[in-house]
Nanobody, 114 residues
Framework: VQLVESGGGMVQPWGSLRLSCAVSGFTFSNYDMSWVRQAPGKGPEWVSALNTGGSTYYADSVKGRFTISRDSAKNTLYLQMNSLKPEDTALYYC?????????WGQGTQVTVSS
């Protein structure tokens, strides 16, 4: 099983990035997928989720700015991030889970700074 995040980088405030999470080794459509981030010196923060039924959920801190989506044909999860703020700076992880299993990627760094 592999989850490989990409798309992070450094961006100025109000900029945009799109994160990708390429999944292999499990049936993508059978797993609830989410993004979790961890800022330096802070605990993990759940950001967004997309369940097997296609429903999406967002933390209040990113609602209206971030959009989660998936391409099942490509086994890839996305996080479109717009209007980025310095407080969005963090290591972003993708996660796939069922009631019995959970898998994590290695993370991709997002830095928002002028």
């Amino acid at each position: 099983v592999q989850l490989v995040e990409s798309g992070g980088g450094m961006v100025q405030p109000w900029g945009s990035l799109r994160l990708s999470c390429a999944v292999s080794g499990f049936t993508f459509s059978n797993y609830d997928m989410s993004w979790v981030r961890q800022a330096p010196g802070k605990g993990p923060e759940w950001v967004s989720a997309l369940n097997t039924g296609g429903s999406t959920y967002y933390a209040d801190s990113v609602k209206g700015r971030f959009t989660i989506s998936r391409d099942s044909a490509k086994n890839t999860l996305y996080l479109q991030m717009n209007s980025l703020k310095p407080e969005d700076t963090a290591l972003y992880y993708c996660n796939g889970k069922t009631i019995t299993q959970a898998y994590w990627g290695q993370g991709t760094q997002v830095t928002v700074s002028s």
